[in-house]
């Protein structure tokens, strides 16, 4: 029985993610794993959230889900349109809007200005 305890803790504690400083070292770590997800909340509206694993991206907005492979170029234009808000980042305090790059174990949460139409242009650009 007691193993059994110590294996739902370690399970338990593996499984929470461990906030990390907004810098750009910590952005391209998470990024570098090729696993890992962006939530954008914002201030009107649902939740968009962006996972990637390898070459395919999944895209959720509200109840729809699509999947899809991703190119260079739309790598290219969602990692310009993240650089952005990692340059506008502030330390206001608040939940929204907010985009927050995550994977298994890592986390990060960016508050920025508004970003809702810049983020309406991406999922457009890149035919979502």
Known sequence: MKNIYCVFLIV??????RAMDVTSENINT???TKDFS????????SDITMSFRED???FKKGGEVK??????????????FVQKQFNKHDMARGERPSVIIYDDTRKIKMRVPRYGNELDKLIKTLSL
């Open 67 to 80: 999947r899809v492979t991703v190119s260079y170029d739309d790598v290219a234009r969602i990692n310009a």
């Open 30 to 32: 998470i990024f570098a």
């Open 12 to 17: 338990l504690l593996a499984s929470c993610h």
């Open 38 to 45: 962006i939530n954008f909340i914002p201030v009107n509206g």
């Open 56 to 58: 395919y991206m999944t």
